[in-house]
């Protein structure tokens, strides 16, 4: 088996089919001279193998992650998991068509008790060293070894308690250090271990990406958007870039045009001193395009531009990881922007108008959505909101609250409006969103991966609201100091970001320009067809 390689000299498009939607943008960006991390991919062709145990493939694996990795060390000089120059790697997973975070990744491959010296003496920062080693095994620790995610933020959330911090990032290098063994701690305290060895680390890391195909969640993803076509993922493994190094450094996830209204503006969360997890995992509310602006203004020019190339290379309006790396930045996925209805809609009449795409492929882009039920809602006097957040998915939803996604099950199963009321967006909670008229979080970003899903599904949400807090086990809530209870009614904008105690009223208008537009363009396709 032979991997496909991705880098700066390379001039190979590989079909999504082989390696992934992922991937195969990835080297199309490479193509252009975009900055992107070098990576190798193992094809899809061998999920269902992986996941079937099948000896054969396993020695595939191994064989095509030596190679890999030995391309990677001889394109930047570095040595995989070495004591003196570290190289680490980001094991990521990838279909032929997009579903955002239902598979797994796991960071910082490589990072074991060596690496962590050689990243010290690299960079002379400790600190950063040592949460490149908690965020390993963090990420290891959930996604290999199984163990609960709910773990790790109870040891996190302890240690920030004794530190008096806010979060990880207030966090002095010791305190780091103690995390760190703290979660390693855990995992021995689960029966498990996590080898010294590196190359153990990146078998098990792509088995593991491989296996989560079969997860509950990314199953019950693929039966809602209809996936059943697809064979299986990717596995890419791609050099790390760090934004977790410091005030300079940071994540953050991009759109080039608002996918929750259509606006032509870009959509940017960003958050220093973080990796790409902490942003689309949904667990913390991200800063915007403003910060970048104000510490690095040169990456907010270099970002914009970015932006409009590669909507214009797809033609199409982009969904793009990056990573800020000692005030470079380096982009890591670039994928079609998951979008509201009315958002495809206005999306199909601006690229139009741009010529970057033909009213037949417009009218192509716009098959499965009902135009005919297609709305604009807004509330009438419905008083001052209880609460704000960020709107991540625009629309109106009036229902009753759940704090979990059985209960919202339950509820909808009985005929009733479900509001999931969650303290962060997770993509475990997919049945919920399903069952769910509309979401709200305490935490998280426009950009996180369930506000993605979301906004697929048509469901309004709202995101990062400070004033709410959730108690799952007592399946309650407060919400600026007012208590809620499981079936208590409430209404959400999902443009506006605001929340309201119960059921306000809602008006409806059509958007007749838009759609004028698209019955112009089918006549003219109807004319075309009779008198070519």
Known sequence: MAIIRIDAGSNERPSADVVGSKAANLARMATLGLPVPPAFVLPVSLCAAVVNGDPAAKQQVTKGLHEGIAFLESALG????DRREPLLVSVRSGAARSMPGMLATVLDVGCGAAAVHGLVRMTGDPRFAWDCRRRFLESYGETVLGIDKALFAQSRAAALAREDAADERAVDSAGVEQ??????????DAGELVPE???EQLEEAAHAVYRSWMSARAVAYRKLQHFDDLQGTAVTVQAMVFGNGGGISGAGVAFSRDPSTGAARPIIDVMFDSQGEDIVSG???????AAIEQSLPA??????????RLEREFADVQDVEFTIQDGSLWILQTRAVKRTPLAALRFAIDLVKERQITEAEALKRLDGIDLGALVRERLIDCGTPAARGTGAAAGIAVGCAAFDSDSAERLAARGHPVILMRPDTTTADVKGFAAAVGVITAAGGRTAHAALVARQMGKPCVVGCGALSVNVAAHSAQLNGHALKEGDWLTIDGEAGTIHFGRCQVTEERPLAELGEVAHWREAARKLEKDP
Not at 283 to 289: D, F, I, Q, W
Not at 299 to 308: G, I, Y
């Open 283 to 289: 667990g913390y509310t991200p800063e915007t395009e």
């Open 78 to 81: 570095r040595r995989f998991g």
């Open 179 to 188: 995390l760190a063994f703290a979660y390693q701690q855990l995992i021995e």
């Open 197 to 199: 060895n590196c190359f």
């Open 299 to 308: 990456v907010a020019v270099q970002l914009r531009e970015t932006l409009s």
